[in-house]
């Protein structure tokens, strides 16, 4: 069965420092998502991409971080100065379409630990 | 998206069925009811949705009132590795993003 696949699956960095998770949706999804769940917290809605362009992003996603689809597989997840809350786990997730009846699948996850 | 309400955790004996209720009182025509369960720190994994209708697949059957305002997750032979958290969700037809609550850990035991 297809599957969203994550790299690194655990990435330690600098306070400070950029960061950029990668993603490989399942190949013949259009819509792109990024979540992220600190420890012991809920898993929180970042970021939708569709067509080259966000489409939807919450409040936690501010100018720090970006989102591109460099080539025709990837999907990154950038945090251009990161900071110790930042740490957590960030699933991306994958879907044929956006509408209601269209379920998201989701990768693994990477773990960022921020020092 | 329509708040829901699970119970925060259940315990089930192993080869049982398991039943997750999840109450969605203020669900709306066009939302959608979605179960997804976390492994430990894995990845949401989808289980099933639904509109109107029951609905099964060879993970679960889920079961939605027919006033809508409530449903249930089936996990017919329960396995130690179905112990996890499970979110009941509930989606609008044109919103692209998921709400996880805190959802309901299910503990099987042998």
């Known amino acids: 069965e297809p599957e969203v696949t994550q790299t690194p699956s655990h990435q330690v960095t600098q306070m400070g420092q950029e960061v950029i998770l990668r993603c490989v949706p399942i190949s013949n999804h259009l819509y792109f998502y990024w979540y992220r769940q600190i420890l012991g917290q809920k898993v929180e809605f970042l970021v939708s991409?569709?067509?080259?362009?966000?489409?939807?992003k919450s409040e936690i996603f501010d100018d720090q971080f970006s989102v591109e689809r460099p080539d025709g597989s990837n999907f990154t997840l950038k945090i251009r100065s990161t900071k110790l809350e930042d740490s957590a786990m960030y699933f991306c997730?994958?879907?044929?379409?956006?509408?209601?009846?269209?379920?998201?699948?989701f990768g693994d996850g990477t773990r960022l630990s921020i020092l | 998206d329509a708040k829901t309400t699970q119970p925060p955790s259940m315990d089930c004996a192993e080869g049982r069925a398991a039943n997750l209720p999840c109450n969605h009182s203020t669900i709306s025509g066009n939302e959608y009811v979605y179960w997804y369960r976390q492994i430990h720190s894995q990845g949401p994994q989808y289980i099933i949705h639904?509109?109107?209708n029951n609905e099964t697949n060879e993970m679960a059957s889920l079961i939605i009132t027919e006033d809508r305002k409530s449903s249930t997750l089936i996990l017919p032979h329960a396995t130690l590795r179905d112990t996890a958290v499970y979110y009941c969700i509930v989606r609008l037809y044109n919103f692209n993003k998921f709400y996880f609550g805190s959802g309901t850990k299910l503990n099987v035991k042998p």
């Open positions: 997730a994958s879907s044929l379409g956006s509408d209601g009846n269209q379920p998201q699948h």
């Open positions: 991409f569709y067509n080259n362009e966000i489409s939807e």
């Open positions: 639904g509109l109107k």
